[in-house]
């Protein structure tokens, strides 16, 4: 086998977008087609679809230091250096999950992953609003400060360098410069996915996504493997663990509502006007409405 | 190498004499050399004279290495070479990297790739001895072995080998570098005077303790007991970890060992706790890993500790128990369970 055949994806997304759906729904293809298949996953054991881009572990592991020995903006140019060799590792471990933009300020204009030997990428982007109130689940923010969050232009995961912790920092930036970060790069092949396609055309959009990523794709097992991983079938799995292991504490549950619509609900108009006019242009590139719009 | 400085400054470290041409406080000072096999030398060199390696698959674009020869190109800070299991040579960056910039890794990533080619066992863990004992604090970086550590040293404990912790065949603990890091948030907690203590590298808010504000042990320790260190707000996936917590584990304030009875276990957990796992691949030194951390398994017990997430919490709660005695920090019924398992 050559290293092209061997090449790794990344699963690219803002934060609460539906990016865990896509993992496990990976697992779960890959799962149903062995031979061997039986039971059901098992969502703190079976969800190893490799690395995090932003592990402090793999980092290590790649650039052969201890990260915290250098400095956010240090790391960040010296990121895209992590991950040639990933094809060294297991079948479902190519898939790997990034929050990051594809560019950070500190990254001297390049990647902050590895393009070399990646096959493509999978952005999965989700309405502006319905991020809000998921964010506000997740982190147990209000919906105000989840807006700003959205608009803030330095906006980012684990900002602090006062501790260490098990993944580096994460520069995303607004939510328009992050979809557009990814979906404008020319470097590795980009299919987008939108969140509410996930939802309505369940069938097409799964099936464009196993084919783009090489995985088996009889339409009978696609569409299993998405029964199998619905949300109402990721919330009864989710009990049967005793909470997802991603969870973070505070947050009651991983896989809550799943619906689109809800930020439309429960953000004020103030708030949706706010998102509309500062992401418009990205919204309505990809055929999200504003209060505005009706 | 004959042009450098490298008799300037000497260190012990490891069972080493180590002779730099730059200074590494870390170490602890050796007042003569002795030329010997055991000797290590440090020094600047340039990287055009480094002869060219066929690298082996486990190198990546940061990394080269084959069985004898190691290269770390750092972008930003340097080069760095480790070979032969003798010398360390190095090139800075550019005139901008600081001496301290290039010790931080010469003396972690480098002198590990060199202790692994000399054969050593080489973990991710914090060594501290009290009463002629050591216990190890296994943990990746940033898993908190050094705030404990300072925990400890607070009640008595000694440094022995902080970072990379080598041990010998006969299951004692070299002294090895004598440093403890701490972030910021760490020693705001822990009421140190940060201000007053040197920063670990220019850029960061991490702070480095030194002798003599810290006692530390220049002899070879025996090991008594290793702790796999567990942060609490880490959500652990192993199954066997799961079936072996018992009451008294999910209490987010207690401190609970529980000792690794399967050796497999045991054994998989000091290896995915080996100093760069990746060096030991790419040198084609796994299998002696494996030798070398199953012989230590079988020495020497291997705990779980799990630790409250915060620093001030994990003070208090240390301050009535005692790390000497593993089997005191069990949870009630697994202290009672645990001699039939056995």
């Known amino acids: 086998m050559t290293d092209q055949d061997n090449g790794y994806w990344y699963l690219a997304s803002y934060p609460k977008s539906g990016n865990t759906w896509c993992r496990v729904f990976i697992?779960?293809?890959?799962?149903?087609?062995?031979?061997?298949?039986?039971?059901?996953?098992?969502?703190?054991?079976?969800?190893?679809?490799?690395?995090?881009?932003?592990?402090?572990?793999?980092?290590?592991?790649?650039?052969?230091?201890?990260?915290?020995?250098?400095?956010?903006?240090?790391?960040?140019?010296?990121?895209?250096?992590?991950?040639?060799?990933?094809?060294?590792?297991?079948?479902?471990?190519?898939?790997?999950?990034?929050?990051?933009?594809?560019?950070?300020?500190?990254?001297?204009?390049?990647?902050?992953?590895?393009?070399?030997?990646?096959?493509?990428?999978?952005?999965?982007?989700?309405?502006?609003?319905?991020?809000?109130?998921s964010l506000s689940h997740f982190f147990s923010w209000d919906l105000a400060r989840c807006v700003e969050f959205l608009l803030d232009p330095m906006a980012g995961l684990v900002m602090t360098d006062r501790h260490g912790g098990h993944q580096v920092r994460q520069y995303m930036g607004r939510w328009g410069q992050h979809v557009i970060s990814w979906v404008d790069q020319q470097q590795i092949p980009v299919l987008v996915m939108r969140y509410e396609d996930m939802l309505a055309k369940g069938s097409e959009t799964f099936l464009e996504l196993a084919k783009f990523l090489d995985l088996p794709n009889q339409p009978e097992l696609v569409n299993q493997a998405l029964e199998n991983t619905s949300i109402d079938r990721l919330k009864k799995l989710e009990d049967q663990v005793g909470g997802f292991s991603e969870k973070p504490e505070g947050c009651e549950r991983f896989f809550r509502s799943g619906r689109t619509g809800e930020g439309a609900e429960k953000l004020s108009f103030e708030q949706r006007q706010k998102l509309a006019s500062s992401l418009d242009v990205v919204m309505k590139r990809f055929d999200y409405r504003g209060p505005q719009d009706g | 190498?004959?042009?450098?400085?490298?008799?300037?400054?000497?260190?012990?470290?490891?069972?080493?004499?180590?002779?730099?041409?730059?200074?590494?406080?870390?170490?602890?000072?050796?007042?003569?050399?002795?030329?010997?096999?055991?000797?290590?030398?440090?020094?600047?060199?340039?990287?055009?004279?480094?002869?060219?390696?066929?690298?082996?698959?486990?190198?990546?674009?940061?990394?080269?290495?084959?069985?004898?020869?190691?290269?770390?190109?750092?972008?930003?800070?340097?080069?760095?070479?480790?070979?032969?299991?003798?010398?360390?040579?190095?090139?800075?960056w550019d005139d901008s990297v600081s001496d301290r910039d290039l010790r931080t890794f010469l003396v972690s990533s480098a002198l590990g790739a060199l202790l692994i080619q000399r054969g050593f066992l080489v973990l991710n863990g914090t060594a501290l001895v009290k009463d002629g004992k050591a216990l190890l604090l296994l943990g990746s970086p940033a898993s908190g072995k050094s705030t404990l550590a300072w925990c400890l040293h607070q009640q008595g404990w000694q440094l022995l080998s902080s970072e990379l912790t080598v041990i010998d065949e006969q299951g004692m603990v070299l002294p090895g570098m004598q440093q403890l890091k701490l972030w910021y948030d760490a020693a705001e907690e822990l009421m140190l005077d940060?201000?007053?203590?040197?920063?670990?590298?220019?850029?960061?808010?991490?702070?480095?303790?030194?002798?003599?504000?810290?006692?530390?042990?220049?002899?070879?320790?025996?090991?008594?007991?290793?702790?796999?260190?567990?942060?609490?707000?880490?959500?652990?996936?192993?199954?066997?970890?799961?079936?072996?917590?018992?009451?008294?584990?999910?209490?987010?304030?207690?401190?609970?060992?529980?000792?690794?009875?399967?050796?497999?276990?045991?054994?998989?957990?000091?290896?995915?706790?080996?100093?760069?796992?990746?060096?030991?691949?790419?040198?084609?030194?796994?299998?002696?890993?494996?030798?070398?951390?199953?012989?230590?398994?079988?020495?020497v017990e291997v705990h779980r500790l799990a630790l409250p997430d915060g620093v001030k919490l994990m003070k208090k709660v240390l301050k009535d128990k005692s790390l000497e005695d593993p089997v005191s920090l069990a949870p009630k019924q697994s202290q009672a369970e645990s001699p039939e398992e056995e």
């Open chain 2, 1 to 92: 190498m004959s042009e450098s400085n490298y008799h300037k400054n000497l260190y012990t470290a490891f069972g080493l004499q180590i002779s730099s041409d730059i200074q590494l406080p870390e170490l602890r000072t050796e007042v003569k050399a002795e030329a010997g096999p055991d000797q290590v030398i440090i020094a600047a060199s340039s990287r055009k004279d480094w002869p060219a390696i066929n690298a082996s698959d486990h190198s990546t674009p940061s990394l080269q290495m084959i069985p004898a020869d190691w290269r770390l190109e750092l972008e930003g800070i340097g080069w760095f070479r480790a070979h032969e299991g003798r010398f360390i040579s190095w090139q800075r």
């Open chain 2, 194 to 299: 940060w201000q007053q203590l040197p920063l670990v590298r220019k850029a960061l808010k991490r702070y480095a303790i030194l002798p003599p504000d810290l006692s530390v042990v220049s002899e070879p320790m025996p090991l008594a007991v290793i702790y796999g260190l567990n942060r609490r707000e880490q959500k652990d996936k192993n199954k066997e970890e799961v079936k072996d917590k018992e009451e008294g584990a999910d209490d987010p304030d207690a401190i609970c060992a529980w000792q690794v009875i399967r050796q497999q276990v045991a054994l998989l957990q000091l290896r995915n706790q080996a100093f760069q796992p990746r060096f030991y691949r790419g040198m084609g030194k796994e299998q002696q890993l494996f030798i070398q951390a199953a012989a230590l398994v079988k020495r």
């Open chain 1, 27 to 133: 697992t779960e293809l890959l799962r149903l087609s062995e031979e061997d298949a039986e039971g059901e996953l098992n969502l703190n054991q079976d969800v190893e679809t490799g690395s995090i881009a932003s592990s402090r572990h793999w980092l290590d592991d790649q650039l052969g230091i201890n990260t915290c020995d250098l400095s956010f903006a240090e790391l960040d140019p010296l990121r895209g250096r992590a991950g040639e060799k990933a094809w060294l590792f297991a079948e479902g471990e190519r898939f790997h999950k990034v929050h990051d933009a594809f560019r950070s300020p500190d990254s001297m204009g390049r990647p902050v992953v590895s393009t070399s030997g990646c096959k493509g990428v999978v952005y999965i982007m989700r309405h502006p609003e319905d991020v809000a109130v």
